[in-house]
């Protein structure tokens, strides 16, 4: 029976990862395929701009080259469902590789297995938003990887298992720019361990109770230093970082959707309550259990929490760090009482239950699954189709200075890489005009601006998104927060209305997606 409910929980996870994948496509989706159709056909990464005709003949780096890479090849060998498949696997195997871990050192008993995976459940429901075909699935199963590594490594100490650690960080730093997050944890991890080791009074006090070899410090300090050089091993060496400098622009934060809090709205409410409650038990387990390494363990889950707290885009960090470090430890109790609570037989209806519901669920995720292999004619609902195709009919409308939203970037340069456009979501931090290019493009929203801002760059053609409608607001947000349609500027564009009323531009198209102006 334990057999059967663990391949079952494992079935329920594809279905629903495969059923998420196909109920959107990521915005980003048509540049990463494209970068990769060019690396395989020049045998080279990329190292100039391509499709922005704002910044021809500027220099890039790449960070998710081998990212990229795979998964044009994935396409072209088994099509855009491939690519589903293979960002499905990925998460599986995080899980798989986690509760390997987990219930090799930690949770051996039945009851307590069980109750991880209902923690495995909420974390994956509530990570939804960020899975899907997203590289930054890649940072995710690096990062499990990475902190299993480093508890394996406490556990037996020994040292041969972080030998695992350079080539990781090259894999890495190849595939996603969140290899920065391994490195910081590299030194943190470490840091702590030779500081707790190192101080009799800190030892005492973070209950730790082994000592490390004469040796370790060294060996860790060169284990730091390869993690470190592996990352410049890659075709970019140690332009790899240049992109750092660029990030001391705090603009994005503010303005693009996956870098705000998930207190903005729309609220992200079940990520707030897995913040607060990895917080809590991150807490409890030192001050309550007193085990070894719980300090450095929820000192690590605390500050993952912060940086979900910021950023919706740290939350599957977060939720990793917690099943990993610190869930296990909470278990225990909670076994304790259900084994308690529970006779032999009612915890047999309970696994039929379980298994009935796990299986169930499965069937409904797969047969409401909208599987589709042409990703540019499945997703007009949320992207622009009938606008591009009309360009298309267009050249000497598409030939213009074009401004497009920033929304419509990814897809148009996977749906018509020919086009060129003012800006991608790829560099909202790019320098550009003595600010950025997501400054720059911003300033056409400020209605002050506009009329400047079209003859300095010569925008002929306008591709942009149609005003959405108001927000819809639940009685919480209505009642309790006061949100207010008037609160939403998004709901109305600047541009688009000063475009309406200026007599030298024309709309030349207009759907429920897309609106297309051009200077007469």
Not at 427 to 436: C, E, I, N, R, S
Request: proline share 5%; hydrophobic share 45%.
């Amino acid at each position: 029976m334990r057999k059967i409910l663990w391949t079952l929980f494992y079935f329920f996870i594809f279905s629903f990862l495969l059923h998420n994948s196909f109920s959107y496509l990521d915005p980003d989706y048509g540049w990463h395929f494209r970068f990769g159709e060019i690396i395989w056909q020049t045998k080279d990464v990329p190292h100039d701009q391509i499709f922005m005709w704002t910044l021809a003949g500027k220099s890039w780096v790449d960070h998710e080259w081998l990212g990229n890479l795979a998964l044009y090849g994935i396409e072209k060998i088994g099509g855009y469902i491939g690519v589903s498949l293979f960002f499905a696997l990925l998460i599986i195997l995080t899980y798989i590789a986690i509760n390997w871990h987990i219930f090799t050192f930690y949770l051996k008993n039945r009851t307590q297995q069980y109750i991880f995976a209902v923690f495995e459940i909420g974390t994956l429901v509530w990570m939804r938003p960020h899975l899907g075909i997203r590289l930054q699935e890649i940072t995710v199963i690096c990062f499990a990887l990475l902190l299993i590594i480093l508890d394996r490594w406490r556990i037996k100490k020994n040292n041969v298992i972080l030998l695992l650690l350079p080539p990781l960080l090259y894999i890495w730093a190849c595939s996603h720019a969140g290899f920065l997050i391994g490195l910081a944890m590299i030194v943190f991890y470490f840091g702590y361990e030779l500081l707790s080791s190192s101080f009799p009074f800190l030892k005492k006090w973070t209950n730790e109770s082994t000592t490390l070899p004469p040796n370790t410090p060294l060996f860790l300090g060169i284990i730091s230093i390869a993690s470190l050089g592996a990352t410049m091993l890659t075709p970019y060496g140690i332009r790899l970082y240049s992109f750092l400098s660029d990030y001391h622009d705090s603009f994005y934060r503010s303005h693009l959707e996956e870098w705000l809090p998930p207190y903005s709205f729309p609220i992200h409410y079940g990520q707030i309550g897995i913040i607060i409650l990895a917080v809590v038990t991150a807490i409890g387990t030192f001050f309550f259990l007193k085990k070894t390494n719980l300090l450095k363990n929820s000192l690590i889950v605390f500050i993952l929490a912060i940086a979900a707290m910021r950023s919706v885009r740290h939350f599957p960090l977060l939720s990793v760090g917690w099943l990993i470090l610190i869930v296990p430890h909470c278990i225990d109790m909670l076994s304790r009482f259900f084994d308690s609570l529970l006779k032999p037989r009612a915890k047999i209806y309970i696994s039929l239950i379980t298994g009935i519901s796990l299986f169930s669920l499965t069937i409904v995720f797969a047969l409401g699954t909208k599987f589709t292999s042409t990703p540019y004619t499945s997703y007009c609902n949320s992207y622009p189709c009938a606008g591009i195709n009309f360009l298309r009919q267009h050249p000497e409308i598409n030939r213009n200075h074009l401004l497009n939203h920033y929304n419509f970037g990814g897809f148009v340069i996977g749906a018509w890489p020919e086009l060129r456009l003012f800006i991608d979501g790829r560099l909202p931090q790019y320098p550009f005009a003595g600010t950025t290019t997501l400054r720059e493009y911003s300033s056409f929203s400020n209605k002050d601006l506009i009329p400047k801002k079209l003859a300095e760059y010569d925008i002929k053609t306008v591709f942009y998104l149609k005003p959405p409608s108001a927000p819809h607001f639940n009685w919480f947000e209505y009642w309790v927060l006061g949100y207010r349609d008037s609160q939403f500027t998004d709901t109305k564009s600047p541009l688009i209305e000063y475009l309406a009323q200026a007599t030298e531009w024309k709309m030349v198209f207009e759907d429920r997606m897309s609106i297309i102006y051009v200077k007469k």
